[in-house]
């Protein structure tokens, strides 16, 4: 009855997916609140996810040169104001510090919502001439944005992420970094997170503050909403010029740099939740879960059952496999359901008659599918297994995408869809942001990014009707 229990205190899916998505938070341990608004506790299993997406990510970034480094996580306010645009976009978001100890501060200090500002006068106290380009740097740390409403993964007052940020000696290095790094980001969410993604260029409306282009990946949420799940912004010299950050080229002259910014966070895990997860709880790619295999002892107080289960975790763990022997004193049943609900991609039962057999029962938590091992060779099968459900979550997800994708013509037909359909809509624009800001008004819907896949599927703005100049990716988004 325990067991039955456990899964039916998650809300089904398709019957509220808000609460849903709150339950598997809570039941699978992933986070909780704090006492303070909008500051969440990472929870060991929710925490060992992140560290997988730090570890895979930092080695992708390493590999194209990226060094790390640490700024402070307070940022003086005249700093701040160089750059206009810059703080305009952050302004309403922004903690301040006032005072330290028992005294008044004589500036006010920002608490980073961002570190663009830092990272100039970083790079202004450290590049003379041409031979100290580029430097490319990234930071693992928690930004804070007073958020007004919050939600786990998703928008919280304070998360993690990393920023990394970047100068060049000309705009053509920048740019290339730019999408160098996007495509890290499209590569890693469907390799490693089995999320497909669309790649593009964010409108001029939804660039970030103070940059020249961004560019981001988007993907597809279980109930149609759109989420922004990386990007990476190419800021020209405006920074440089605001902050002074200049070298001295081979002409012996000087010149400002080209930078770039690019940063994911914690909201990958939002994604997974909401990709992958069903109504028994989370489902992990077998890529990043913490835990890949879970051993589940039947008859454990047999000495045998728990002998035999020693022996396939050490073949695992030998094999390079994550995996753990469940041998606490719950029932079978309470264990499944458990695992079930943590997302472990793969449980392994054994069992005094599978001893007899020389076997061993092998359970996807994708789909359930089961299938059997002999003993000696559970190694390479489950490392089969998960390779097969890691292709399969990813396809899975991206023949959902597809299928809820739809083109529009008109408005009347854009705003049907929008309103009735789940999902993204391609639509063409005229390029006007009086048309952007029509469409949010009339169906809460936004542009989403300009693919780089761009295809002409009418010679008319869906809104307006005047002569179209881009193809452009619409959604309601988190």
Excluded at 266 to 273: E, M, N, S, W, Y
Excluded at 319 to 346: H, N, T
């Amino acid at each position: 009855m325990a067991d039955k229990k456990l899964v039916e205190e998650i809300t089904s899916r398709d019957e509220n997916f808000t609460q849903w998505y709150t339950d598997v938070v809570r039941k699978a341990e992933l986070m909780e609140y704090s006492s303070i608004k909008g500051f969440m506790i990472y929870k060991p299993n929710g925490y060992a996810i992140w560290e997988n997406i730090q570890k895979k990510l930092d080695g992708m970034f390493k590999e194209t040169g990226v060094e790390n480094v640490y700024l402070p996580v307070l940022i003086p306010e005249s700093l701040l104001e160089k750059e206009k645009d810059h703080v305009k976009g952050f302004a309403p978001e922004v903690a301040w510090v006032t005072q330290g100890g028992g005294n008044q501060l004589t500036e006010r200090l920002c608490v980073r919502p961002t570190s663009e500002t830092l990272f100039c006068e970083l790079f202004r106290n450290n590049c003379h001439t041409y031979r100290d380009l580029p430097m490319v740097y990234n930071q693992w740390c928690s930004v804070v944005r007073w958020e007004k409403t919050t939600r786990p993964f998703l928008r919280s007052s304070e998360f993690l992420w990393q920023e990394g940020h970047t100068i060049h000696a000309t705009a053509e290095e920048a740019k290339e970094r730019t999408l160098q790094m996007l495509n890290i980001y499209a590569d890693f969410c469907e390799k490693e997170l089995a999320i497909p993604v669309i790649k593009g260029q964010k409108t001029d409306k939804e660039k970030f503050a103070g940059a020249e282009a961004t560019y981001t990946i988007e993907t597809m949420m279980h109930d149609g909403k759109s989420l922004q799940s990386g990007t990476s912004h190419n800021f020209g010299d405006g920074f440089a010029k605001a902050y002074g950050v200049q070298y001295t080229g081979a002409d012996n002259k000087l010149h400002s740099v080209y930078q770039t910014s690019w940063g994911v966070s914690t909201r990958l895990i939002g994604a997974l939740i909401m990709v992958h997860g069903d109504d028994s709880g989370l489902v992990l790619p077998p890529h990043i879960a913490p835990v890949q295999v879970m051993i589940i002892p039947i008859l454990q107080k047999k000495p045998e059952v728990m002998e035999a289960c020693m022996k396939v975790k050490e073949a695992l763990r030998a094999a390079g496999i994550s995996v753990k022997v469940d041998d606490s004193d719950k029932r079978p049943g309470f264990k499944y359901a458990e695992e079930e609900m943590r997302g472990i991609p793969l449980r392994i039962e054994i069992g005094p008659k599978d001893i007899e057999k020389g076997q061993c029962v092998l359970v996807r938590r994708d789909n359930r599918e089961k299938s059997f091992a002999a003993l000696d060779e559970v190694a390479v099968k489950a490392a089969e297994v998960l390779e097969q459900e890691q292709q399969d979550m990813f396809e899975r997800a991206k023949a959902f995408r597809d299928s809820h994708i739809y083109d529009a013509h008109d408005y009347d037909e854009f705003k049907d869809i929008i309103n009735n359909k789940p999902g993204m809509v391609r639509a063409m624009w005229c390029g006007d942001q009086a048309c952007e800001e029509r469409i949010k008004e009339d169906t809460t819907a936004t542009s989403r990014c300009m693919p780089f896949e761009q295809e002409n599927i009418s010679d008319r703005c869906v809104c307006c009707g005047k002569p179209a100049k881009k193809l452009v990716i619409w959604g309601k988004a988190y």
